[in-house]
């Protein structure tokens, strides 16, 4: 029982935050990662499931140092895609 009480508590201090990261894939492998709501976060790793990590450890940096900054309007931030039509273009290569 007592057990049960520690997971509710501990349940209760933790807040669960979401944010939009943005991916992008270098010319010369790796993951770069930026997180829009909160500027200068950014990190890479070498596969997608290490940027994600390291991603997620500097968000975790980043609230620690500004705590009393986080905007208000992370709940309401969402990225979701945009159809254009073209003409055919032909395959886009890294600059």
């Known amino acids: 029982m007592k057990n049960h009480k520690i ?3 501990i349940s ?3 807040e669960i935050l979401t944010f939009n990261v943005v991916f992008e894939k270098e010319k010369d492998g790796g ?3 930026s997180v829009p709501s909160l500027p200068g ?3 890479q ?3 997608f499931e290490k940027a994600t990590k390291n991603i997620q450890e500097a968000i975790e940096l ?3 140092d500004e705590k009393e900054k986080i905007p208000l309007f992370i709940e309401r931030e969402f990225m979701a895609p945009v159809l254009i039509e073209t003409k055919k273009l032909k395959k886009l290569q890294y600059a």
């Open 7 to 9: 997971k509710k508590f």
């Open 12 to 14: 209760k201090t933790k």
């Open 31 to 33: 993951y770069c990662a």
């Open 41 to 43: 976060c950014y990190s």
């Open 45 to 47: 790793g070498d596969t």
């Open 62 to 64: 980043y609230l620690e």
